[in-house]
């Protein structure tokens, strides 16, 4: 009799564990029932419970989850229908990984156990089977969120640390294999699973890191808005106090310039501040094209926002970039397409081009034919003749490598030759102009410097 009152107080206390009032006054009848030795009866009301249970929790789910929401509407419809819905249920549920194996087997178990009962099988259903049930369904299921929103987060968090997650360093291969782990989670889920990820960027293990940072960049390249705006706030504005998170922030804001609009002023000091140690820390040899380059950095800006904007934000972090990187041919190969920064870029051209500091002028002419391959399809005659006539300043100073390409009539540079000469023979006016404010002379005394576009080198 005590062995019996027991079972009973623990069947109560269980009861009270329920969260969903109609489940719990549900569960409270089927305990009522055992309780009459109805064990029969019990069993059914439990399952039935059980089953709507699952289904109100999958409704839920599917508000934030794809998967969730397609098993939610088939389910529904088949029970609206008086089709069997449960065995497609637990496998949907276990197939997408919304319920543990073990969970699904014991769902299964639950399952069979409810059919023996609800049927003139010759089966009596048992005091200790009726009790196993109800204890299960409970314990197991209707007393906890078993359909987690996060569940799916959660395995993608699993999964950083596989060797294999991403196959190429290459960013449009590691923003397909994010787009592919995100297609079935709710945008509601973003801020839970960035703020995980991004401490996983801190681990010891360097493969959870290193995936950790590339899940992040792939997301930002993707440019979804719900995902920019949870990076914005839960990494840019959140960590960019945190010197731990700097690399990451860097390489966010190179994967995708969207998420430099829209900071707040404290926001945009402190990523100056980052801005600015990162170019005084990078080493020449780093390849510009990688996520800690200010070259791609300044690339992914400008290309997301208004140039004007960033040079307004990051005007002097800017022109120390130009001043260590100035022939970045990354950079210049792409420099084209902003106006503002192109303007920039080329003054400094100028002023080293014409430099009068021998090793300036010196390193100049060095880069010269790279800067004619990687941009210049970009110059305009008036720029290319200015470019020329600054060289042949630097001669006139007696830097070594300016006065060989002069007296080689800019053989090397002949895309931007050909410009110069077009600027001189269409706009003679505004060229000697140009000439004789540069070379300090009268307009009728610029012969002798314009003899070296019209020679050829032999």
């Known amino acids: 009799m005590e062995v019996c009152m027991a079972h009973l107080t623990d069947m109560e206390e269980l009861v009270s564990s329920i969260k969903n009032e109609d489940i719990r006054d549900y569960m409270s009848e089927s305990l009522a029932c055992y309780m009459a030795g109805a064990y029969r009866a019990s069993v059914v009301l439990t399952f039935i419970a059980l089953?709507?249970?699952?289904?109100?929790?999958?409704?839920?789910?599917?508000?934030?989850?794809?998967?969730?929401?397609?098993?939610?509407?088939?389910?529904?419809?088949?029970?609206?229908?008086?089709?069997?819905?449960?065995?497609?249920?637990?496998?949907?549920?276990?197939?997408?990984?919304?319920?543990?194996?073990?969970?699904?087997?014991?769902?299964?178990?639950?399952?069979?156990?409810?059919?023996?009962?609800?049927?003139?099988?010759?089966?009596?259903?048992?005091a200790e089977e009726a009790r196993f049930v109800y204890h299960e369904s409970v314990s197991r299921f209707l007393s906890r969120p078993i359909l987690s929103t996060t569940q799916l987060a959660d395995e993608i968090l699993a999964s950083?640390?596989?060797?294999?997650?991403?196959?190429?360093?290459?960013?449009?291969?590691?923003?397909?294999?994010?787009?592919?782990?995100?297609?079935?989670?709710?945008?509601?889920?973003?801020?839970?699973?960035?703020?995980?990820?991004?401490?996983?960027?801190?681990?010891?293990?360097?493969?959870?890191?290193k995936n950790s940072r590339f899940f992040l960049t792939g997301m930002a390249r993707a440019g979804d808005l719900s995902a920019v705006a949870a990076l914005k706030k839960y990494v840019i504005e959140k960590k960019i106090s945190n010197k731990a998170y700097k690399n990451a922030i860097f390489a966010l804001l190179c994967s995708n310039g969207k998420l430099?609009?829209?900071?707040?002023?404290?926001?945009?000091?402190?990523?100056?501040?980052?801005?600015?140690?990162?170019?005084?820390?990078?080493?020449?040899?780093?390849?510009?094209?990688?996520f800690s380059h200010p070259a791609t950095?300044?690339?992914?800006?400008?290309?997301?926002?208004?140039?004007?904007?960033?040079?307004?934000?990051?005007?002097?972090?800017?022109?120390?970039?130009?001043?260590?990187?100035?022939?970045?041919?990354?950079?210049?190969?792409?420099?084209?397409?902003?106006?503002?920064?192109?303007?920039?870029?080329?003054?400094?051209f100028f002023n080293r081009a014409g430099s009068s500091d021998f090793q300036?002028?010196?390193?100049?002419?060095?880069?010269?034919?790279?800067?004619?391959?990687?941009?210049?399809?970009?110059?305009?005659?008036?720029?290319?003749?200015?470019?020329?006539?600054?060289?042949?300043?630097?001669?006139?100073?007696?830097?070594?490598?300016?006065?060989?390409?002069?007296?080689?009539?800019?053989?090397?540079?002949?895309k931007l030759k050909k410009l110069a000469n077009d600027f001189l023979n269409e706009q003679p006016g505004e060229a000697k102009f140009i000439a004789a404010k540069l070379f300090h002379v009268k307009e009728d005394d610029l012969d002798v410097y314009f003899d070296y576009f019209k020679q050829t080198h032999d």
């Open 51 to 126: 089953f709507d249970d699952i289904i109100d929790k999958l409704g839920e789910l599917g508000r934030v989850n794809k998967k969730a929401k397609n098993i939610f509407d088939t389910a529904s419809q088949k029970r609206a229908d008086q089709d069997v819905f449960e065995t497609y249920l637990i496998d949907q549920l276990k197939s997408n990984l919304l319920f543990s194996t073990l969970d699904a087997e014991f769902l299964e178990i639950l399952r069979k156990l409810s059919n023996k009962a609800a049927h003139p099988s010759g089966h009596h259903a048992s």
């Open 160 to 209: 950083l640390n596989n060797a294999n997650m991403f196959p190429s360093t290459n960013i449009d291969i590691i923003t397909k294999v994010v787009k592919k782990e995100l297609e079935n989670i709710h945008f509601e889920v973003y801020p839970y699973l960035i703020s995980k990820v991004l401490d996983k960027t801190q681990e010891i293990d360097t493969e959870t890191s």
């Open 260 to 290: 430099f609009s829209d900071l707040d002023e404290v926001t945009y000091h402190r990523v100056s501040v980052l801005v600015a140690e990162q170019i005084a820390a990078i080493e020449f040899t780093v390849e510009h094209t990688r």
């Open 297 to 348: 950095l300044f690339i992914s800006l400008f290309t997301e926002n208004a140039h004007a904007f960033v040079i307004e934000k990051l005007g002097g972090e800017f022109d120390a970039f130009l001043e260590k990187f100035t022939y970045s041919a990354y950079f210049c190969g792409h420099v084209y397409k902003f106006e503002t920064a192109k303007a920039l870029l080329l003054t400094k």
């Open 360 to 414: 300036t002028a010196n390193s100049f002419i060095r880069n010269a034919s790279d800067i004619e391959k990687s941009m210049g399809n970009s110059f305009v005659p008036v720029e290319a003749f200015t470019l020329i006539i600054n060289i042949i300043q630097a001669a006139n100073w007696g830097a070594f490598a300016a006065v060989d390409m002069r007296n080689a009539s800019f053989g090397t540079i002949p």
